[in-house]
Each structure stands twice: as structure tokens, then as C-alpha cells.
């Protein structure tokens, strides 16, 4: 594992992510788990991958580095199934790079295309350097790190998120879901501790499908304040297993489960 001196990186996705330091993808591994998932996760024998997630990445790169996303992935033809003699054949001479259907390509292209159009999320974005890093020291000399989808210009951090709708109750069900308000406090406090000016976390919500609308949402500040609670309690725990070497997983005794809370309502309104 590479120890990347503590600053601002202009490096790989792949070099970034094989380094050492505490990203906060990490303490959602362990929030979701325990610390024996995280500890399996930092040895590689977890991987977080999926679909949505390949064409979420893909899409990063369409929105914020302009005509050179088309040099990070391969369009396959249209009408080509990768089952076929044909297809098997056009996957192996375009191994080099990731690619995409065709009709995923077309979308990429509308979103890239929507985002241009909107004239705050331009304004956030221009001038911003994509795809940074940083690495810092945080007052426990815990070495912190995290990768900026763009860093901007002004005092506002923003995050380019795919979604199916950015109206206010789907997304503020995948904030809840994914944890984009603790993102956004270890975030925030990492440039922080960096000496950089951000105050404000901002995501730029472009939908996935016709009219692959778009809409700019700054966080509310109790949110951040939310995800900085919970991102230090669950850094706290990491540390503390990284100073005793333990990793545990479940409790090794019993426990007791329920129904989840909105169905004990539901049962509770009808007796």
C-alpha cells in the first residue's frame, strides 16, 4: 500500500484507491457491517460493483471533462449482442477500455448535453480541475483521504450524481440510503484541515432518462452536521480497531430482530 504524502493529487482512480488513508467509502463499509466487512474490504476480498455503478463512473467522466470522455470508453455497435460470435470478437478488440451499450451511449451523450444547457451547474463547474485528490492529517493523526468529482473554483464542493429523478422525495431517499450527507461533512472537513475554503456542499442531479433533467441542490446545513456525527463516531471505531488489531464482526452471543419500525406502525394502527 503507497503512502501518498498529505495534499493535493492530480492521480489515477486506481492509484488513489490502492493508497493508504481512511476514505469515506470505507466508513460506510464499516456502518453497514462491522469491522470484520471493512477489514475485508481493505484486503480485497469485498468489491462494491454493479451496473449503475460502471455507467455512474462513465458518466462522471462525460459530464466533467468535456469531449475527452469519449476517449474512456468504447460504444458498441448498435444492435450487437456480446453472446455472438460477432459480439465475443468485438469485445475482445476493444479490451483496452470499459464499454457501454449503445443505447447507454446515446444517454451519456444527452446528459453531457442537458448538464451544458443548465446555467448554474455550468457556472459551478467551470473552471473546475476533475477527479482530484487529497490527503490530510486530522487532529488524531489519522491520515484522511478523499477524491473530489471536480474541485471547483469558489467556495462550494460539488458532486455530480446520476439518479432516476431528482425530485425532492426520491432524492432525498438516496441521500438517507447512501449516506451523501456524511460525504458531505468528511468532505467539507478534510479541506478543512487542508486549509482550502469550502463551505458549502452541492449536488448537481442529472436524471437518466428523457428529459435527462437536471437541477443543482445545496445540502442543508443540520444535514452536514448529521453526517459529521455520524462519520466521526464510525471513525472513531475504525481507529480503535486499527490501534488493538481487532476486527470483529457480529456479536458472539444472541440477539433479537424485529420487523422494521414502519411495519410495527402499520401492525400497531390496526390492532
Keep these: ?67 475527452k470522455y469519449k476517449e ?31 443505447e447507454d451511449g446515446i444517454t451519456l451523450m444527452r446528459m453531457v448535453e442537458s448538464v451544458r444547457r443548465h446555467p448554474f451547474a455550468c457556472r459551478v463547474l467551470e473552471g473546475g480541475k476533475p477527479e482530484q485528490s487529497l490527503f490530510v492529517y486530522d487532529e488524531h493523526e489519522t491520515l484522511r483521504k478523499c477524491r473530489f468529482d471536480t474541485l471547483t473554483l469558489g467556495n462550494v464542493l460539488a458532486d455530480v450524481k446520476t439518479c432516476l429523478s431528482a425530485s425532492d422525495g426520491y432524492f432525498e431517499r438516496q441521500i438517507s440510503r447512501y449516506r451523501y450527507h456524511v460525504r458531505a461533512a468528511y468532505y467539507l472537513d478534510n479541506c478543512r484541515l487542508h486549509g482550502l475554503e469550502k463551505d458549502h456542499f452541492m449536488f448537481i442531479a442529472v436524471e437518466k432518462m428523457p428529459p435527462y433533467a437536471v437541477r443543482c441542490l445545496k445540502l442543508n446545513g443540520d444535514c452536514v452536521s448529521f453526517g459529521r456525527k455520524l462519520y466521526q463516531a464510525d471513525l472513531q471505531v475504525y481507529r480503535n480497531c486499527v490501534e488493538n488489531d481487532e476486527w470483529p464482526a457480529y456479536s458472539e452471543s444472541y440477539e433479537e430482530i424485529a420487523l422494521p419500525s414502519w411495519e410495527m406502525r402499520q401492525i400497531l394502527e390496526l390492532i
Design 72 to 102: 474512456k470508453f468504447h460504444v458498441r455497435p448498435e444492435g450487437l449482442r456480446l453472446t455472438t460470435k460477432e459480439g465475443r470478437k468485438w469485445e475482445e478488440d476493444h479490451a483496452d477500455k470499459p464499454s457501454v451499450k449503445f
Design 1 to 67: 500500500m503507497e503512502n501518498i504524502l498529505p495534499g493535493l493529487h492530480d492521480i489515477s482512480a486506481e492509484r488513489y484507491m490502492a493508497s493508504a488513508g481512511v476514505s469515506c467509502t470505507m466508513l460506510n463499509v464499516l456502518a453497514e457491517g462491522t469491522p470484520a466487512h471493512l477489514k475485508a474490504w481493505m484486503d480485497g476480498d469485498r468489491k462494491i460493483e454493479s451496473e449503475a455503478l460502471s455507467f455512474g463512473i462513465l458518466a462522471h467522466y462525460a459530464i466533467l471533462e468535456g469531449d
